[in-house]
């Protein structure tokens, strides 16, 4: 899989997350100096979930590391097809909408936490989420991306 990922879109993908974030956040989410495939590597690899949504009417993820697929029990072909709504369950969605125009507003927030599903129906709750706007290298708005490193299971 990771020889999949290594194509320049996802690099340059990745590149906007990681610069975005450090928009945002003041830090690095990965080390710096590294190459592009040690880049996607590190990221792929990650003790933390990776995700990002693209800018369509209905957001898809475009994006999500090893560990987010494990949690939400997708391979990537399936997960960046799946809209990000999706991810929540239906009486979570006008909260994961607030999330997100929060989120538009205000550039990031670091504190989130909400009730997520998996393919398979498995709730799991996350804490002190990332989330932040994406803006490309001529600051055009990109979409929006989400890291966390904490969650339990529901149920």
């Not at 320049?8 to 989410?29: G, M, P």
């Not at 957001?59 to 997960?79: I, Q, S, W, Y």
């Not at 599903?117 to 600051?139: C, H, M, P, T």
Request: charged share 25%; proline share 2%; net charge negative.
């Amino acid at each position: 899989m990771l020889e999949r990922l290594q194509s320049k879109a996802i690099q340059n993908h990745l590149v906007v997350v990681l610069d975005s974030f450090e928009s945002c956040f003041n830090k690095r989410l990965i080390g710096s100096g590294l190459s592009p495939v040690e880049m996607v590597e590190a990221i792929w690899k990650a003790e933390f979930v990776l995700v990002s949504h693209g800018v369509e009417s209905d957001p898809v993820f475009n994006f999500g590391n090893e560990m987010a697929l494990r949690l939400f029990e997708l391979d990537f072909d399936a997960f960046t097809r799946l809209p990000s709504r999706k991810s929540a369950e239906m009486i979570s969605r006008e909260e994961r909408q607030r999330l997100l125009d929060e989120v538009a507003a205000r550039g990031c927030i670091s504190d989130y936490t909400g009730i997520r599903i998996s393919s398979s129906g498995r709730r799991f709750y996350i804490e002190n989420a990332k989330v932040w706007n994406l803006y490309d290298g001529s600051q055009e708005y990109y979409g929006q991306a989400a890291m966390f490193k904490s969650w339990k299971y529901l149920g």
